[in-house]
């Protein structure tokens, strides 16, 4: 067979291929003006050790998007599977921007005051390192300045696999 390096992969077929890959659930959030922002990433992962190094993909088409390119600092908290409506309302357009946080439990980071998830399973927050342009995405890259792990009241990670939110649970 000869490789041939053209042709067009359909968006639909891209999802559909990419939803065989279970990934983490976390919640991004930054301040911009005073004003808090969130959304929910799948599209997270650890970079380097040494510096630690983290990044996330944040939609272009999306507020946040400019929101966590303006403010430079931005956090992280990695969802338990008890956090699934918080999920389901962080990935959805159009919240109301100053009451999207109301009735979600969360705390200022120490370093960045980014809003953080009460009982997430770990939390980071990072200072942007670099960004990248994804396509219609921007990789951004951050140093972490702190993290936790903390006792989660529900142990199990929330998780995308498939189009659905799971749990999985350790051991």
């Keep these: 067979m000869t490789p041939d390096p053209s042709g067009s992969i359909e968006p639909q ?4 291929a990419m939803s065989r890959f279970a990934s983490g659930i976390t919640i991004m959030s930054t301040l911009q003006d005073g004003v808090a922002h969130a959304m929910t990433a799948n599209a997270f992962t650890s970079v380097s050790l040494d510096p630690p190094l ?5 939609d272009k088409g999306v507020r946040m998007h400019d929101a966590v390119l ?15 409506e918080i999920a389901e309302r962080f990935a959805k357009s ?23 998830i009460e009982g997430a399973l770990s939390w980071l927050e990072c200072r942007t390192w670099a960004t990248y342009d994804g396509g219609d995405h921007t990789i951004v890259v951050g140093e972490v300045l702190s993290l936790g792990a903390g006792e989660p ?19």
């Design 13 to 16: 077929d891209f999802r559909t």
């Design 54 to 58: 983290v990044l996330v993909c944040v």
């Design 70 to 84: 303006d403010c430079g600092y931005w956090a992280v908290s990695v969802l338990a599977d008890g956090h699934r």
């Design 94 to 116: 159009g919240r109301d921007l100053y009451s999207q946080f109301d009735g979600i439990d969360t705390q200022p980071g120490p370093k960045t005051g980014c809003p953080l």
């Design 153 to 171: 009241t529900d142990p199990a990670a929330l998780i995308y696999y498939a189009g659905h939110y799971r749990a999985l649970r350790g051991r």
